[in-house]
């Protein structure tokens, strides 16, 4: 699992994730990720799940904290790239009805404005 982040020309932190996000090492990153962005005062953040193969509870507890945190701030998390199997999980869950979910980057980015 790998965690990148970087932040685009408008304003929007970016988290790519990569890999399973099952606990330990990766969810911690994903976590630290989200609060720095937060410390930094980025409204706006947009993650992406393209290069993620697999995800459990915890990594969706992560996600859920996360959404909360941002939440509070009346700020905005969004997600893209997610597998079949991951979507999946976020519709059974009904997760589709807390996040913001679009197929591809661009889609994402285009939706803050």
Do not use: P
Request: charged share 20%; proline share 0%; aromatic share 8%.
């Amino acid at each position: 699992m790998g965690i990148k982040t970087s932040t685009l020309d408008n304003g929007i932190g970016l988290i790519e994730a990569k890999g399973s996000l099952v606990g330990g090492d990766e969810t911690v990153e994903l976590r630290q990720a989200v609060a720095g962005f937060l410390d930094r005062e980025y409204s706006k953040l947009l993650i992406d799940l393209g290069s993620v193969t697999y995800i459990n509870s915890t990594g969706i507890g992560v996600l859920v904290a996360a959404h909360a945190g941002y939440a509070r701030k009346g700020w905005h998390i969004k997600l893209c790239g997610m597998n079949k199997s991951i979507t999946n999980v976020f519709v059974i869950t009904k997760l589709t009805l807390v996040f913001d979910v679009y197929d591809t980057r661009d889609e994402a980015i285009k939706s803050f404005a």
